[in-house]
């Protein structure tokens, strides 16, 4: 019987695991009203395909346009829990900081030329 408890147990942790991690590779379409910056790359405005792959926290981002990948860059993933509208692009100086995804429950963050420069 302790035998039985322990394996329900391993595979209710399991299968909690798996569920943590369901839905983390997402593709969602986003409309960019201006030229920007996206890790160092011009982004022109116009209608996109982004494909967020997370692992935990870490990301790996494409924006698609066509069947044409415009940026693909790591970026991390934050948890939000107030969102303005369902997806915002959040730049400064038009470089994007970073994108906020209401149905992903938080936001896509690139560190910026800056930090990649150590700066």
Avoid: C
Wanted: a positive charge; zero cysteines.
């Amino acid at each position: 019987m302790k035998s039985f408890a322990k394996l329900a147990a391993v595979l209710l942790l399991a299968f909690a695991a798996s569920a943590a991690f369901a839905g983390a590779n997402s593709s969602l379409s986003i409309h960019i009203y201006e030229n920007v910056t996206i890790a160092g790359t011009a982004v022109p405005a116009g209608e996109y395909k982004m494909q967020i792959d997370r692992t935990g926290d870490a990301v790996k981002f494409s924006l698609m346009r066509g069947k044409t990948a415009v940026v693909q860059v790591p970026a991390r993933f934050e948890e939000r829990k107030f969102f303005s509208t369902s997806t915002a692009v959040v730049s400064r100086n038009a470089q994007v900081r970073e994108i906020q995804i209401e149905k992903l429950k938080g936001a896509v963050v690139f560190d910026g030329d800056e930090t990649a420069k150590g700066n």
